[in-house]
């Protein structure tokens, strides 16, 4: 009976330790960002399955404002996108364009939210533990997780704008719709608002195999990374990111386009779970706000890019077509140029900064 009593008493020391994610290693920041973490108790899932406790990360930057009647004026949410984090959009092609005095999101004007979304960075995710248990988390869960996170631990009832890039970008849609009087404005950057399908969902598709058809992934269970599931699900990664006048410029000679490929790789291969990765990416697999696209009311400026391999411009009739149904849409597909970056241009905000500003001033309240 002791011995019994000792084995479960280790075991749930184990499982509460598995529940503590590993420290995440950022880089180095200049803007005063704050940290914080949100729980939720008996989060249910769209599947049915519940989390005990569902850890939010989120970093915040600014400070909130209210009017008269105590409702948030100033919050922008900003979603990252597929294994990316709340640090991602830090990035300065990113934060040191929109952040600072002067501009569209200075910081002593707004107050910025960066959540680390349901299975990233300090959120909680199958790699503390639960594995392939951990409940199977669509974009839907992730939205209602960030809607009970922005009213409970940030008391922000109102969004001046939700900005989303990739994942976010869908994300945004779904935001729009799911909570239609929430937010002022949307800029989904970087996706399609229909069902995943055609290519989009073969690439996804292929990488999760990857790992899947690995024999070290063994299910879920393994104990070293199942690597050659993810180095190859890496390779995947290269192309759906790839900028190709960009790639052509910096890797003019068959042995710089090769010494890339091992470079990316192996950056990948630091930082990726195996399971944390099928989960991420397989969250999208009942994304489609195509019905319901007349539902939103915000003003929506849509943006994608002409060198974007996951949303590339031969869908361009799809798009002109979906637009149509959003009743304050505005759809810009920008040239590929030296200017742009591929899928990665929705991070690089020279590129599209002008187009947040008309929005923001289109939608400014009277």
Known sequence: MLQRLAALLIASITLAYAQVPPPIHYKPTHWPIRNGVFHIRNFRFGTGETLSDLRLHYVTLGEPRHDEAGHTTNAILLIHGTGGDAHSLLNPVFSDVLFGPGQPMDIRKYFIILPDEIGHGESSKPSDGLRMKFPHYTYDDMIRAQHQMLLEALHVDHLRLVLGTSMGCMQSFVWGETYPKFMDALMPLACMPMEI??????????????IRNDPAWDNGNYTDEPMEGVDDAADWLIIAGSAPQQMQKD????KQAEDYVKERVQYYASYIDADDFLYQVDSSRFYNPEPRLGSIVAPVTWINSGDDFINPPELEDIAQRLVRRIPHGRYILIPASMETYGHGTHTHAAVWKRYLIELLAKSQKK
């Open 197 to 210: 399908a055609g290519r989009n969902r073969i690439w996804r598709y292929m990488s999760m195999q990857s």
């Open 251 to 254: 890797l003019p000679t068959r």
